[in-house]
T-cell receptor, first 113, second 109 residues
Framework: KAGVTQTPRYLIKTRGQQVTLSCSPI?????VSWYQQTPGQGLQFLFE???????NKGNFPGRFSGRQFSNSRSEMNVSTLELGDSALYLC????????????FGPGTRLLVL | DQQVKQNSPSLSVQEGRISILNCDYT??????FLWYKKYPAEGPTFLIS?????DKNEDGRFTVFLNKSAKHLSLHIVPSQPGDSAVYFC????????FGQGTRLTINP
């Protein structure tokens, strides 16, 4: 089976712009979660989608949003980018029946100038 | 509010010796704990997990210990190998996974 794929891998944006990141889960996986990784902060949970519905949400401002499509692919959007949004954004999928084992993609590294 | 903490940002161990990575948590509602390993330019990969009803789980060279009264878990790697050099994240589950900040492990030949 192919692993979790994320596009693009690298992205440079300027403050105030918006960005959309894409994630394709492992075939058959219905749950997709998004995380932000910054130095010293570890992985911060953004949100989780299951069957096109947001099932869990972390403590991020409303500028961060997401959605999931009927084929389980997911997109994450960040509007009005700030310098502090520079990070590695990781997507993870699992079958959806249990939460414990997440399979991560390689991430999208976003740099905001 | 950091519910899962890895207080050592880095650890250096001699090849063949034991590596011990530590993790503390504050939320007693966590029912499942996991360790992930991350190489540069790759996403984290699942390593080993433990349920809150157990105090030890072993998988080859990797053993995770859970001390619920101390709200502490640790990952032991014996013997350590150069390929173990990576960043290790502990994670705990309530309704979602909460990750620690990570510990960079370096195995020296």
């Amino acid at each position: 089976k192919a692993g979790v794929t994320q596009t693009p891998r690298y992205l440079i944006k300027t403050r105030g712009q918006q960005v959309t990141l894409s994630c394709s889960p492992i075939s058959g996986h219905r749950s997709v979660s998004w995380y932000q990784q910054t130095p010293g902060q570890g992985l911060q949970f953004l949100f989780e989608y299951f069957s096109e519905t947001q099932r869990n949400k972390g403590n991020f401002p409303g500028r961060f949003s997401g959605r999931q499509f009927s084929n389980s692919r997911s997109e994450m959007n960040v509007s009005t980018l700030e310098l502090g949004d520079s990070a590695l954004y990781l997507c993870a999928s699992n079958p959806g029946t249990v939460q414990e084992t997440q399979y991560f993609g390689p991430g999208t590294r976003l740099l905001v100038l | 509010d950091q519910q899962v903490k890895q207080n050592s940002p880095s650890l250096s161990v001699q090849e063949g010796r034991i590596s011990i990575l530590n993790c503390d948590y504050t939320n007693s509602m966590f029912d499942y704990f996991l360790w992930y390993k991350k190489y540069p330019a790759e996403g984290p990969t699942f390593l080993i997990s433990i349920s809150s009803i157990k105090d030890k789980n072993e998988d080859g060279r990797f053993t995770v210990f859970l001390n619920k009264s101390a709200k502490h878990l640790s990952l032991h790697i014996v013997p350590s190998q150069p390929g173990d050099s990576a960043v290790y994240f502990c994670a705990a589950r309530a309704q979602k996974l909460v990750f620690g900040q990570g510990t960079r492990l370096t195995i020296n030949p």
